[in-house]
């Protein structure tokens, strides 16, 4: 057990803005730990390290108009200040969620009475994703002229969230979520650090709090050092010298990982869920599909996916999956959540783990190219229902082959298609599970001998 020492007073923690610079001890850890060099960056090498486009610009005394791109906590906003402070510009913060065009015209026009001063404005709008095409158009010139440096700050994929004509003429940055070893030395330094950081209060954080701590900030540097601060003060008020896992558990209070419901965490890792069913990966599907519904994923759209899975990827290698697909959709509509859960992993694990086919969609994507081109083509009299004397009259019906009146109740010699299709192989049989029985039919059915032409008309059949 940590010694004990005597209490002091427990840490304060006010609810500042994200961009405020306000550096008191009443700040939070996370405003007070702010990098304020490009080399006090942790994570994200790839965006501003050494030959990166943002650190040459920088260090050559210029910045582009950009859009960072990245999940909450990776240091969009940090990064947009100091890239601010290295080119000596003039830092306005904005807030898609809460400015409008007024705001905008505004900070433009204070911007122009600087540039004519020989100073540059750096504009900052955080949730950029949230301006509509009006407010984008609104920034549109005055980033194209100089007038302002525009940095957006995004979680959504600017592809789809921003206005072509503005995209055009930012670059985007993509920032990553950070990893386990770079959380880690976040949380270390902030812990360490005796003027802005936790340092005075000289704690420790053993091995098993800190693998925690990592593990619940899934990412988020933000996440990470608000439960340090909450734990240290914990630990601090029970007069503990060193922070413990219980701390970290309390502070973290079952902390959920960053999904959206809408945008690319909501597709990409539906896309992993699939591909992992369809590469018959039974583990990882299930893995995927517990982070979908730990994070409150829509169950029914899950399940949807699976349903089309069951079709697309298994199709006739294993026909029985369809129905498991729609079972586990009844089942969950019937049940509902949390319980099932139960339906979800049985039917993943079942697709998972069924032959895989794909050839019921590309029997119809080939049935399909054919049927555009020649939509055209009336349906052949032989297969019309003569229903009235007058279309008996005008042959329809005539030729058509009853198949239950045929040996294997094939109607053998019997043409269904227009004639301008051909013949046409649309249903290429795979050879796994049914599929095998499926084309040993289809082979069987395709030679068998053709039968002489029925008589003109068959009374009745249809």
Same mark, same amino acid.
């Given at each position: 057990?940590?010694?004990?020492?005597? /209490?002091?007073?427990?840490?304060?923690?006010?609810?500042?803005?994200?961009?405020?610079?306000?550096?008191?001890?009443?700040? /939070?850890?996370?405003?007070?730990?702010?990098?304020?060099?490009?080399?006090? %960056?942790?994570?994200?090498?790839?965006?501003?390290?050494?030959?990166?486009?943002?650190?040459?610009?920088?260090?050559?005394?210029?910045?582009?108009?950009?859009?960072?791109?990245?999940? /909450?906590?990776?240091?969009?906003?940090?990064?947009?200040?100091?890239?601010?402070?290295?080119?000596?510009?003039?830092?306005?913060?904005?807030?898609?969620?809460?400015?409008?065009?007024?705001?905008?015209?505004?900070?433009?026009?204070?911007?122009?009475?600087?540039?004519?001063?020989?100073?540059?404005?750096?504009?900052?709008?955080?949730?950029?994703?949230?301006?509509?095409?009006?407010?984008?158009?609104?920034? $549109?010139?005055?980033?194209?002229?100089?007038?302002?440096?525009?940095?957006?700050?995004?979680?959504?994929?600017?592809?789809?969230?921003? %206005?072509?004509?503005?995209?055009?003429?930012?670059?985007?940055?993509?920032?990553?979520?950070?990893?386990?070893?770079?959380?880690?030395?976040?949380?270390?330094?902030? $812990?360490?650090?005796?003027?802005?950081?936790? *340092?005075?209060?000289? +704690?420790?954080?053993?091995?098993?709090?800190?693998?925690?701590?990592?593990?619940?900030?899934?990412?988020?540097?933000?996440?990470? $050092?608000?439960?340090?601060?909450?734990?240290?003060?914990?630990?601090?008020?029970?007069?503990?010298?060193?922070?413990?896992?219980?701390?970290?558990?309390?502070?973290?209070?079952?902390?959920?990982?960053?999904?959206?419901?809408?945008?690319?965490?909501?597709?990409?890792?539906?896309?992993?869920?699939?591909?992992?069913?369809?590469?018959?990966?039974?583990?990882?599907? $299930?893995?995927?599909?517990?982070?979908?519904?730990?994070?409150?994923?829509?169950? +029914?759209?899950?399940?949807?996916?699976?349903?089309?899975?069951?079709?697309?990827?298994?199709?006739?290698?294993?026909?029985?999956?369809?129905?498991?697909?729609?079972?586990?959709?009844?089942?969950?509509?019937?049940?509902?959540?949390?319980?099932?859960?139960?339906?979800?992993?049985?039917?993943?694990?079942?697709?998972?783990?069924?032959?895989?086919?794909?050839?019921?969609?590309?029997?119809?994507?080939?049935?399909?190219?054919?049927?555009?081109?020649?939509?055209?083509?009336?349906?052949?009299?032989?297969?019309?229902?003569?229903?009235?004397?007058?279309?008996?009259?005008?042959?329809?019906?005539?030729?058509?082959?009853?198949?239950?009146?045929?040996?294997?109740? %094939?109607?053998?010699?019997?043409?269904?298609?227009?004639?301008?299709?051909?013949? /046409?192989?649309?249903?290429?049989?795979?050879?796994?599970?049914?599929?095998?029985?499926?084309?040993?039919?289809?082979?069987?059915?395709?030679?068998?001998?053709?039968?002489?032409?029925?008589?003109?008309?068959?009374? *009745?059949?249809?």
């Amino acid at each position: 057990m940590p010694a004990r020492r005597p /209490p002091t007073q427990p840490l304060q923690v006010s609810l500042l803005p994200d961009d405020a610079l306000d550096l008191s001890r009443d700040a /939070p850890l996370a405003a007070r730990m702010r990098p304020r060099l490009l080399d006090d %960056v942790i994570g994200q090498d790839t965006a501003i390290g050494a030959g990166s486009m943002l650190r040459t610009a920088v260090e050559r005394g210029r910045l582009p108009s950009i859009i960072l791109w990245g999940p /909450p906590g990776c240091g969009k906003t940090t990064l947009a200040r100091i890239l601010a402070g290295h080119v000596e510009a003039t830092f306005v913060p904005l807030s898609a969620v809460s400015s409008g065009v007024a705001e905008l015209r505004k900070v433009v026009a204070e911007s122009q009475t600087r540039r004519q001063a020989g100073r540059r404005t750096v504009v900052f709008i955080d949730e950029i994703h949230r301006f509509n095409k009006a407010q984008q158009d609104v920034i $549109l010139p005055y980033a194209e002229d100089g007038t302002i440096t525009l940095i957006g700050a995004t979680t959504e994929n600017p592809s789809f969230e921003v %206005v072509a004509p503005l995209l055009s003429r930012v670059r985007v940055v993509r920032l990553v979520p950070l990893d386990g070893p770079a959380i880690a030395a976040i949380a270390a330094r902030g $812990l360490e650090d005796r003027e802005r950081g936790l *340092g005075a209060l000289g +704690l420790t954080l053993d091995a098993a709090a800190a693998e925690l701590l990592v593990q619940g900030a899934n990412g988020d540097a933000r996440a990470a $050092l608000t439960a340090l601060e909450i734990a240290a003060g914990m630990a601090d008020s029970a007069g503990r010298t060193g922070i413990e896992p219980a701390d970290i558990r309390a502070a973290l209070q079952d902390r959920r990982p960053y999904y959206d419901k809408q945008a690319d965490y909501h597709y990409d890792t539906v896309s992993a869920f699939i591909k992992s069913l369809r590469g018959s990966d039974a583990d990882a599907a $299930l893995y995927w599909l517990a982070r979908m519904i730990e994070a409150g994923e829509d169950a +029914l759209f899950i399940v949807r996916r699976m349903v089309i899975l069951a079709s697309e990827d298994v199709g006739l290698a294993d026909p029985a999956a369809l129905q498991v697909a729609v079972s586990c959709q009844q089942a969950v509509h019937f049940v509902g959540m949390p319980e099932g859960f139960y339906a979800m992993a049985e039917c993943a694990l079942y697709l998972a783990l069924a032959p895989k086919s794909n050839s019921v969609g590309s029997a119809y994507g080939r049935a399909m190219e054919d049927a555009r081109r020649t939509g055209h083509e009336p349906v052949p009299l032989a297969l019309r229902n003569a229903v009235t004397g007058l279309m008996r009259q005008f042959g329809y019906g005539q030729g058509y082959r009853y198949a239950h009146d045929e040996g294997e109740h %094939v109607a053998r010699g019997m043409r269904h298609l227009p004639e301008t299709v051909g013949e /046409p192989e649309y249903y290429i049989p795979g050879n796994l599970g049914f599929e095998r029985e499926a084309a040993a039919r289809w082979q069987a059915r395709r030679e068998l001998p053709s039968l002489p032409p029925e008589p003109p008309f068959a009374e *009745g059949r249809a």
